[in-house]
């Protein structure tokens, strides 16, 4: 069998995308996360999925509210992602943001922003994965931020 330290090892060496979950719990207090385990499901309709860890002090509030916000990092936004991995009080602090008409907390300057309600919740060991039906997509020229083997990296070769 693969140990955790195994799986954790060979899990780094695939790379993917930065993103950056946000809601609003119950009271409108604002939540976010950086989730590296994110992708699309369905074409029609558009959907995506995120795994979220159960212990994030976050976790609740996405499933209360049963909507969130994904946000694709741009190169140029490193700093977003490091600040939202931290288990800070205030994520948001120095970051500029704004409300979806949701009432969401939404990060400005992401390379794409996908406005999600919540389709289903399916329990996956420690993590819970919420698959969410994309509203509304808000799309920006510019080149994406990678994360591979622990580290932020850009893709220098693409031509957009």
């Given amino acids: 069998m693969v140990t955790d ?11 993917s995308g930065v993103t950056v979950m946000t809601t609003a719990d119950s ?9 590296s ?33 994904v946000h694709i990092l741009g190169e140029h936004q490193q700093h977003i992602s490091q600040q939202f991995a931290e288990p800070l009080l205030d ?3 120095g970051t500029e943001v704004y409300e979806s008409t949701e009432g969401l907390p939404m ?4 390379l794409v922003t996908l406005e999600c309600r919540v389709a289903s919740v399916h329990d996956a060991g420690d993590h819970t994965i919420i698959v969410g ?5 808000d799309i920006r020229e510019g080149k994406p931020l990678i994360y591979y083997h622990h580290d932020y990296r850009k893709i220098h070769d693409l031509e957009i």
């Avoid at 039906?133 to 997509?137: G, H, K, P, Y």
């Fill in 5 to 15: 330290e195994e799986f954790r090892s060979a899990m780094s060496r695939f790379a």
């Fill in 27 to 35: 009271s409108g207090r604002p939540h976010g996360l950086t989730v």
């Fill in 37 to 69: 385990a994110f992708c699309s499901v369905s074409m029609s309709p558009p959907m995506v999925l995120a795994c979220i860890h159960k212990e994030t002090a976050s976790h609740y509030a996405f499933l209360e509210r049963a909507a969130f916000v």
């Fill in 91 to 93: 994520k948001f602090d």
């Fill in 107 to 110: 990060l400005a300057d992401a």
């Fill in 133 to 137: 039906t994309v509203e509304n997509a």
